[in-house]
C-alpha cells in the first residue's frame, strides 16, 4: 500500500505540511478561513518536530502499520484497518482514553482535548495524495508504495 515517507535531510521545519492537513481537514478548504474564521480548527494530523535546536526537522505522521499497536490497544474498538491498509479511527465511537496514543511508538497519534477523542493520518481519502506530501515545497514528504512494522 502507499505510505508518506519523510526525508528527513529535505525537511526544513517550515510546518507546511501542517497547514496543508488543516486546510484539507477544514470545512471552507481554504488556509486562511480554517485558521482565522472557522467555529473550530481542526488539529493537524501531521507534526513537524525540531530536534537539536531545529538542526534536524521531519514530519511525524501515522506509518498505518501492517500490525498497528494502536488497534491492538484500542479498547472501544474505534480503530479499524481496512482492506486496502489504511488504519483509520471511528471518532464517534472513540471514547478518549488515549490508550491508542501510548501504544503508538511513533507518536503519531494526537489528543483532541476539546472533543476529546483521538487523532490521526487518514492518509487524504479525497484526494490523490495527501494535503500535506502536496503542500511540502521541499518535496521532504513522499507518498509511495512500501510496507512499514
Known sequence: MKRI?????????????????????????DP????????????SRCTVEELHGG?????????????????????????????????RIDTEQCVGCWSCVMACPY????RNLKKKKANKCDLCPDRKSPACVDACPNRALVYREGSQK
Open 5 to 29: 515517507y519523510t526525508i528527513e535531510d529535505a525537511c526544513i521545519g517550515c510546518h507546511l505540511c501542517e497547514v496543508g492537513c488543516v486546510t484539507e481537514h477544514s470545512l471552507s478548504k
Open 32 to 43: 486562511v478561513k480554517a485558521f482565522l474564521h472557522e467555529p473550530e480548527r481542526p488539529i
Open 55 to 87: 538542526i534536524i526537522s521531519l514530519s511525524t505522521t501515522c506509518r498505518h502499520c501492517d500490525e498497528p499497536d494502536c488497534l491492538r490497544a484500542c479498547i472501544s474498538g474505534a480503530i479499524q484497518k481496512n482492506a486496502e491498509g489504511v488504519v
Open 107 to 110: 507518536g503519531a497519534i494526537q
